[in-house]
């Protein structure tokens, strides 16, 4: 059975670090595209970062480029989301996502990932 569950979030104040973990189960992180969203009441869910399968390239939004870094561990089947920096505009429930396919500059669209965590809140105050 495919899981993805998210852990790491919490209250953090401004210019603060948080990291985020997405443990997988039921297949190997490696052979997956795996994205991590974010969505804050009452606006769209937004693409944060995505690393791919083939050759582990890194994508980020424009909005957290320079703070946050993904990164894989293989031998734990997790994908990590290492935030730094933190704004109150980066608070948000945060989700991971996997797909086989490979995404390249189209993991942004969450429509292209077949399997979803639960979730973790970051709240990013003072």
């Known amino acids: 059975q495919v899981q993805l569950v998210e852990s790491g979030g919490g209250l953090v104040q401004p210019g603060g670090s948080l990291r985020l973990s997405c443990a997988a189960s039921?297949?190997?992180?490696?052979?997956?595209?795996v994205g991590w969203f974010r969505q804050a009441p009452g606006k769209e869910r937004e693409g944060v970062s995505c690393i791919m399968s083939s050759d582990g390239s890194t994508y980020y939004a424009d909005s957290v480029k320079g703070r946050f870094t993904i990164s894989r561990d293989n031998a734990k089947n997790t994908v990590y989301l290492q935030m730094n920096s933190l704004k109150p505009e980066d608070t948000a429930a945060y989700y991971c996502?996997?797909?086989?396919?490979?995404?390249?500059?189209?993991?942004?669209?969450?429509?292209?990932?077949?399997?979803w965590g639960q979730g973790t809140q970051v709240t990013v105050s003072s």
């Open positions: 996502a996997a797909t086989i396919v490979d995404l390249r500059d189209r993991w942004q669209d969450a429509v292209h990932y077949d399997y």
């Open positions: 039921g297949f190997t992180v490696d052979y997956y595209a």
